[in-house]
């Protein structure tokens, strides 16, 4: 089973930008593995933010963007705010079997 | 707007089967293109993805459960459900059930121990 890995913690300051990445031991991530990104606050449940790579909900803040870095999926935050501290997760599919990474807690600060 | 429901024991003996239900209203089950999940979350700790069942009904999991887990839909109650055999005390979690690309339900706490 491949190993999905996202940096264990990042801290951006307010209205800063940072790139949150999801990589595969399996080989570079690509739009076939259909990237999701997901927030979750303590004690919330996770929402979706990102899936297929760069689409959006409309719940999702602008300032949240998907793409494809290298080899790695990202997660762009740009104008971070005090409410985007939380845990984001990456999901990778691999031909149906889904892998989440281990998380990134965020800190905004 | 699709809501989902998890329910079932909130304490299961070890060596027990935790079987978990997902309810889904307000929308359909059976709607083509999607597929329905498990995941879970130990206390503390991030994600895990049990496994998904897919509108075809082909079903997909994770290696590491593959032999102890069996998720299954019945269209007709609009419900999925989660058997995970032989439970520890390592299978304790926020159980949720989801649509990933868009819906989530709030989660149930199994707790595993005698």
Redesign the interface.
Known sequence: QAVVTQEPSLTVSPGGTITLTCGSSAGPVTIGHYPYWFQQRPGQAPRTLIFDTGDKHSWTPARFSGSLLGDKAALTLSGAQPEDEADYYCLLSYNGVRVFGGGTKLTVL | QLQLQESGPGLVKPSETLSLTCTVSGGSISSSGYHW?W?RQPPGK????IG?I?YTG?T?????LKSRVTISVDTSKSQFSLRLTSATSADTAVY?C?R???Y????TLVTVSS
Not at chain 2, 46 to 49: D, F, I, K, V
Not at chain 2, 60 to 64: A, G, I, K, Q
């Open positions: 999940g995941i991030g994600l895990e993805w998904g897919f082909s997909y999991y994770n290696p590491s949720y989801a990933p690309e868009r989530w339900g709030q989660g």
